[in-house]
């Protein structure tokens, strides 16, 4: 039996979990004399994130690593389900499912790398950016043709939302 075509699993969408390296970053950290680690974030992918959120999407980040900074540019886009420090993202995933009332079909992931992995095989939308590693590449939905930190993130709430009607960005749309 063929798998179907991505976009038919868009209509279904009502949450949107992402990962944060190589995802919402380009995955390059770069660390100061304090060791501190910068990341940089791409400000098309802000806007689509709080966009969803405006709309009234479910948008959850859960990453592995800890950085306040990251939890502080999320939260000022109005995201509040954030996890940091998920080494088994899948146990992140199960807690925010159980408090939100989600099931897997209505979810899109975007991970890139090898521990997006299980979170990936247990939703209904898996999803990556350009430059995921290929065994993410090989069990995505969906591959966007851009890359992590570039874009992605905007590509996949895009469609999405203009596939539910939602998009704002057409100009002859009514606006809400």
């Not at 798998?3 to 770069?30: A, C, N, P, R, W």
């Not at 939100?100 to 997006?116: A, C, R």
Request: charged share 25%; hydrophobic share 35%.
């Amino acid at each position: 039996m063929e798998d179907k075509s991505y976009k038919e699993y868009l209509h279904q969408i009502t949450t949107f979990v992402f990962d944060v390296d190589g995802v919402l970053t380009d995955g390059t950290v770069h660390i100061t004399s304090s060791g501190e680690m910068l990341r940089t974030m791409n400000i098309k992918d802000g806007y689509a994130l709080k966009t969803a959120v405006d709309k009234g999407y479910n948008i959850c980040i859960i990453s592995g690593g800890t950085n306040e900074g990251v939890r502080l540019r999320l939260e000022g886009l109005g995201i509040t389900d954030i996890y940091l420090g998920a080494h088994h993202k899948i146990e992140q995933l199960d807690d925010y499912f159980s408090k939100k009332n989600v099931t897997s079909e209505q979810v899109l992931y975007m991970g890139d790398d090898i521990p997006d992995y299980p979170v990936m095989k247990s939703i209904g939308l898996p999803c990556c950016p350009q430059d995921a590693v290929p065994e993410i590449k090989a069990i995505a939905k969906y591959v966007s043709h851009k890359n992590g930190g570039n874009g992605a993130v905007r590509d996949v709430i895009e469609q999405v939302l203009k596939v539910q009607g939602k998009w704002s960005g057409n100009f002859n749309a009514k606006y809400d």
